[in-house]
């Protein structure tokens, strides 16, 4: 059992690859859709999702997809399940398993992520479907009051209980706890927050007996809150946040695969780079971006099926350089040679 984990998250950090992140639930997906002046619905949602998944050429640079439970249940046009398509094109699908974050009980503006009650069936049911890597969320809020001990506990007690069950089902658990870039606070404030969650999750899944080997984890990067006066330029940003996974993450750990938050596609692909640039790690750093993948195509799209190739031609160009900076072979200039040449 623990043989299959381990292949699987090294397949999913294998060279030059990383993570598409397509999960999102109905509501966010709905809100993209509209902000980018698209009418949404279920078919909209399934319409961008072939999209994406029928790029020709991304499998090089995707190992895996991440799919929400009406995507993992949906088919191409053509009627291929959506977990096949991937399948058939060497390409992991995964799925999201938390139910969204909840307001926290006796807490002041803070969330528990939820999703636990029945865990262990529907991890069954998504192997059976084809999934072989989960996806849970946990978000941890910055200001000068939070997080509270409180919230970085119960979320990370969480984690683990995911974590645990997910091995269970010989799944592949991915770890995220996201701490939120909203706000005005320093880099160094967000260095330490990140710290102490990191610390208080690996206690967690220590604890819960799950083995390190076998999971993967999704962290922020160490950035300034998006309204901090003070913005550090992406060396430093790329400095501060290897310091703080280096002092937080066992080297047991197979892959670091960062979420892309709120930055712009450019900023998310640079600073990949430059800690791919930084010399050797305990684990590989590679990407699972929802947003930095994305935006761009859908933007194109415009929920036309006209505009297509033409959206498809965009994600196919932010997956390769994504995956360069995954190899530490992205700048500038490539971002605009590969355009040029796509
Ligand atoms: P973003 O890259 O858009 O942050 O999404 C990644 C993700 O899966 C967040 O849970």
């Given at each position: 059992m623990s043989d299959s984990l381990r292949r699987t998250a090294a397949a999913l950090v294998g060279e030059g690859k990383g993570i598409l992140a397509a999960d999102e639930s109905n509501g966010t997906m709905d809100k993209r859709l509209r902000a980018a002046g698209v009418e949404p619905g279920v078919e909209t949602r399934r319409a961008l999702r072939e999209l994406l998944f029928t790029t020709e050429g991304a499998a090089q640079y995707i190992s895996g997809v991440i799919l929400y439970d009406e995507t993992f249940r949906q088919s191409t046009t053509d009627g291929v399940a959506f977990p096949r398509l991937l399948e058939d094109q060497g390409v992991v699908a995964g799925i999201k398993v938390d139910t969204g974050a909840k307001p926290l009980a006796q807490a002041d503006d803070e969330t528990i992520t939820e999703g636990l009650d029945g865990l262990r069936e529907r991890l069954a049911e998504y192997y059976a479907g084809g999934a072989r890597f989960a996806k849970w969320r946990a978000v941890i809020a910055v200001d000068e009051q939070r997080p509270s001990r409180y919230c970085v506990h119960v979320n990370a007690h969480a984690l683990a209980r995911y974590a645990a069950l997910c091995q269970e089902a010989q799944i592949v658990p991915i770890v995220e706890p996201e701490v939120l870039m909203?706000?005005?606070?320093t880099i160094d404030r967000s260095e330490q927050v990140t710290g102490a969650v990191l610390a208080t999750v690996f206690e967690e899944l220590r604890e819960q007996r799950v083995l390190l080997e076998g999971m993967l984890l999704k962290p922020n990067m160490v950035l300034a809150g998006y309204e901090c006066p003070e913005q550090p330029d992406d060396e430093v940003v790329a400095e501060r946040t290897l310091r703080c996974l280096r002092r937080n993450v066992p080297a047991a750990v197979p892959g670091i695969v960062f979420l892309s938050g709120g930055q712009s596609d450019e900023d998310a692909t640079a600073r990949l780079n430059l800690m791919n640039q930084m010399g050797s790690q305990p684990w590989e750093i590679s990407f699972s971006y929802g947003r930095g993948l994305q935006a761009a195509a859908l933007t194109t799209w415009h929920g036309d099926s006209d505009n297509v190739a033409a959206a498809q031609a965009q994600y196919r160009h932010r997956a390769r350089c994504t995956a360069a900076a995954r190899r530490g072979e992205y700048s500038p200039e490539i971002e605009r040679e590969l355009l040029a040449s796509r």
């Amino acid at each position: 059992m623990s043989d299959s984990l381990r292949r699987t998250a090294a397949a999913l950090v294998g060279e030059g690859k990383g993570i598409l992140a397509a999960d999102e639930s109905n509501g966010t997906m709905d809100k993209r859709l509209r902000a980018a002046g698209v009418e949404p619905g279920v078919e909209t949602r399934r319409a961008l999702r072939e999209l994406l998944f029928t790029t020709e050429g991304a499998a090089q640079y995707i190992s895996g997809v991440i799919l929400y439970d009406e995507t993992f249940r949906q088919s191409t046009t053509d009627g291929v399940a959506f977990p096949r398509l991937l399948e058939d094109q060497g390409v992991v699908a995964g799925i999201k398993v938390d139910t969204g974050a909840k307001p926290l009980a006796q807490a002041d503006d803070e969330t528990i992520t939820e999703g636990l009650d029945g865990l262990r069936e529907r991890l069954a049911e998504y192997y059976a479907g084809g999934a072989r890597f989960a996806k849970w969320r946990a978000v941890i809020a910055v200001d000068e009051q939070r997080p509270s001990r409180y919230c970085v506990h119960v979320n990370a007690h969480a984690l683990a209980r995911y974590a645990a069950l997910c091995q269970e089902a010989q799944i592949v658990p991915i770890v995220e706890p996201e701490v939120l870039m909203d706000g005005a606070h320093t880099i160094d404030r967000s260095e330490q927050v990140t710290g102490a969650v990191l610390a208080t999750v690996f206690e967690e899944l220590r604890e819960q007996r799950v083995l390190l080997e076998g999971m993967l984890l999704k962290p922020n990067m160490v950035l300034a809150g998006y309204e901090c006066p003070e913005q550090p330029d992406d060396e430093v940003v790329a400095e501060r946040t290897l310091r703080c996974l280096r002092r937080n993450v066992p080297a047991a750990v197979p892959g670091i695969v960062f979420l892309s938050g709120g930055q712009s596609d450019e900023d998310a692909t640079a600073r990949l780079n430059l800690m791919n640039q930084m010399g050797s790690q305990p684990w590989e750093i590679s990407f699972s971006y929802g947003r930095g993948l994305q935006a761009a195509a859908l933007t194109t799209w415009h929920g036309d099926s006209d505009n297509v190739a033409a959206a498809q031609a965009q994600y196919r160009h932010r997956a390769r350089c994504t995956a360069a900076a995954r190899r530490g072979e992205y700048s500038p200039e490539i971002e605009r040679e590969l355009l040029a040449s796509r």
